[in-house]
């Protein structure tokens, strides 16, 4: 069965950034199962795994506007350290969590002033191109279900 909208995929990746260096992968036996054509995995690859069959693998090359977006310089924003939480020492590249009226947002800490600090709102691979290898190692019709609620049910899933 090939993936096209509506399937669910189980899927072994593993993602670099090009040099090599795996930043990201599935677990062993373990494979990542998402709905295909419901935007759960970046749009470049998605695309570039339309049509593929259980057991193929693939490499596929992700710029940043089909990924995660490119970065941009207005995601940077500089806080009061008094809107920090209290006892907090904030550091260069810890990640903070901010609730805002669109729910949770990470925020990266880049810099560290006496008064303040400089946080980015940008997904941390924005900007970057991604580098994934692909194994499809399962793909089957969607449950009603699952369609209706918008995700995979089962191992790999939101109910596995």
């Given at each position: 069965?090939?993936?096209?909208?509506?399937?669910?995929?189980?899927?072994?990746?593993r993602?670099?950034?090009?040099?090599?260096?795996?930043?990201?992968?599935?677990?062993?036996?373990?494979?990542?199962?998402?709905?295909?054509?419901?935007?759960?995995?970046?749009?470049?690859?998605?695309?570039?795994?339309?049509?593929?069959?259980?057991?193929?693998?693939?490499?596929?090359?992700?710029?940043?506007a089909?990924?995660?977006?490119?970065?941009?310089?207005?995601?940077?924003?500089?806080?009061?350290?008094t809107?920090?939480?209290?006892?907090?020492?904030?550091?260069?590249?810890?990640?903070?969590?901010?609730?805002t009226?669109?729910?949770?947002?990470?925020?990266?800490?880049?810099?560290?002033?006496?008064?303040?600090?400089?946080?980015?709102?940008?997904?941390?691979?924005?900007?970057?191109?991604?580098?994934?290898?692909?194994?499809?190692?399962?793909?089957?019709?969607?449950?009603?279900?699952?369609?209706?609620?918008?995700?995979?049910?089962?191992?790999?899933g939101?109910h596995?």
């Amino acid at each position: 069965m090939k993936i096209a909208n509506g399937r669910v995929v189980a899927l072994e990746y593993r993602l670099h950034l090009g040099d090599g260096e795996v930043i990201d992968q599935s677990a062993p036996g373990q494979p990542l199962a998402y709905l295909h054509g419901h935007k759960q995995i970046v749009p470049g690859l998605e695309g570039a795994l339309e049509g593929l069959d259980t057991g193929e693998s693939k490499q596929v090359v992700v710029a940043p506007a089909q990924g995660y977006g490119d970065h941009n310089p207005e995601g940077l924003r500089t806080v009061p350290r008094t809107m920090l939480p209290p006892g907090f020492t904030p550091q260069v590249g810890q990640t903070l969590m901010a609730q805002t009226e669109d729910g949770n947002v990470p925020l990266r800490i880049q810099a560290v002033n006496d008064d303040s600090v400089v946080v980015d709102l940008n997904h941390p691979l924005a900007g970057k191109t991604l580098h994934f290898d692909v194994t499809v190692r399962e793909v089957r019709d969607a449950t009603q279900e699952e369609l209706t609620h918008g995700h995979v049910h089962g191992p790999g899933g939101a109910h596995g």
